[in-house]
């Protein structure tokens, strides 16, 4: 018994910091999107399904900015949270695209199942996260409007409010930054392989300070793209959404390699 455990800790990482990690070219970020538009055009009714979900969102959003403002730009931080779990779907269907499996909208929806209790953990340190922010914001427009103001989004613009937008925007960052960096491959990892939540996330973690400059280039261009898919309306993440998605797969089938065959789920 102690020879097949020597054994089988040989073949699998015995700590998060034994997963292994590939060196990442800068261009990699340009290549991940583009086989995630790939992998869009081989199945795009799903992922016209998954970018309507992200519009609808969107959306909701804008209803609830019209009554609470400093609680909606706060809960739109919920986006980077909901984000990764809304795209676990899209990951599935990258993973059967890449088996040569035909995708499955039902089988997308449901591919949180196997991995319930370690999404949950990991769900539950990314909403300790987003409360966090929430609080914060609200700190900061108690502090710099004297408590909560009425105002419209012209308003909050108006350039007597830079210093605002100017803490505002550094604290935001600091917190998406942060859920960027334990997320960023950790739900496709949990979804690929038999992982914890801890290792998930220290990898993702990893990646990110071991190649800062080629993620934050993915960082800033997944930043962009959704910032320019909410301009009209929120429609453009009818594309942008699955297509991030996707490519969010390819970026951890690309930066982290691959357990042993005998070890792969089925």
């Given at each position: 018994?102690?020879?097949?455990?020597?054994?089988?800790?040989?073949?699998?990482?015995?700590?998060?910091?034994?997963?292994?990690?590939?060196?990442?070219?800068?261009?990699?970020?340009?290549?991940?999107?583009?086989?995630?538009?790939?992998?869009?055009?081989r199945?795009?009714?799903?992922?016209?399904?998954?970018?309507?979900?992200?519009?609808?969102?969107?959306?909701?959003?804008?209803?609830?900015?019209?009554?609470?403002?400093?609680?909606?730009?706060?809960?739109?931080?919920?986006?980077?949270?909901?984000?990764?779990?809304?795209?676990?779907?899209?990951?599935?269907?990258?993973?059967?695209?890449?088996?040569?499996?035909?995708?499955?909208?039902?089988?997308?929806?449901?591919?949180?199942?196997?991995?319930?209790?370690?999404?949950?953990?990991?769900?539950?340190?990314?909403?300790?996260?987003?409360?966090?922010?929430?609080?914060a914001?609200?700190?900061?427009?108690a502090?710099?409007?004297?408590?909560?103001?009425?105002?419209?989004?012209?308003?909050?613009?108006?350039?007597?409010?830079l210093?605002?937008?100017?803490?505002?925007?550094?604290?935001?960052?600091?917190?998406?930054?942060?859920?960027?960096?334990?997320?960023?491959?950790?739900?496709?990892m949990?979804?690929?392989?038999?992982?914890?939540?801890?290792?998930?996330?220290?990898?993702?973690?990893?990646?990110?300070?071991?190649?800062?400059?080629?993620?934050?280039?993915?960082?800033?261009?997944?930043?962009?793209?959704?910032v320019?898919?909410?301009?009209p309306?929120?429609?453009?993440?009818?594309?942008?959404?699955?297509?991030?998605?996707?490519?969010?797969?390819?970026?951890?089938?690309?930066?982290?390699?691959?357990?042993?065959?005998?070890?792969?789920?089925?």
């Open positions: 018994m102690q020879d097949q455990g020597t054994q089988a800790g040989n073949n699998t990482p015995s700590t998060p910091f034994d997963v292994e990690l590939r060196p990442l070219s800068i261009g990699a970020p340009l290549q991940w999107l583009a086989l995630g538009w790939h992998d869009f055009k199945a795009p009714a799903i992922g016209l399904f998954y970018g309507a979900c992200f519009m609808a969102m969107g959306w909701a959003l804008l209803g609830v900015f019209e009554h609470a403002p400093a609680y909606t730009l706060a809960l739109s931080a919920g986006f980077l949270l909901m984000g990764p779990f809304m795209c676990l779907g899209l990951y599935k269907v990258s993973q059967q695209l890449e088996r040569g499996e035909r995708p499955s909208l039902m089988r997308s929806l449901m591919a949180w199942d196997t991995r319930t209790a370690t999404l949950g953990i990991f769900g539950f340190v990314l909403l300790v996260l987003e409360m966090l922010w929430g609080r914001s609200l700190i900061i427009f502090v710099s409007f004297d408590g909560m103001p009425n105002f419209t989004l012209a308003t909050l613009l108006d350039p007597e409010n210093s605002f937008l100017a803490v505002y925007t550094a604290v935001g960052g600091v917190f998406a930054g942060l859920i960027f960096a334990v997320s960023v491959v950790s739900i496709p949990i979804l690929d392989r038999q992982t914890d939540a801890i290792t998930a996330g220290l990898t993702s973690f990893r990646l990110v300070l071991s190649q800062p400059g080629v993620m934050i280039l993915w960082g800033a261009l997944l930043t962009l793209l959704v320019l898919a909410l301009l309306g929120f429609a453009g993440l009818l594309l942008i959404g699955p297509i991030t998605g996707h490519a969010t797969w390819h970026a951890y089938r690309t930066a982290v390699v691959p357990e042993p065959p005998e070890h792969q789920p089925s």
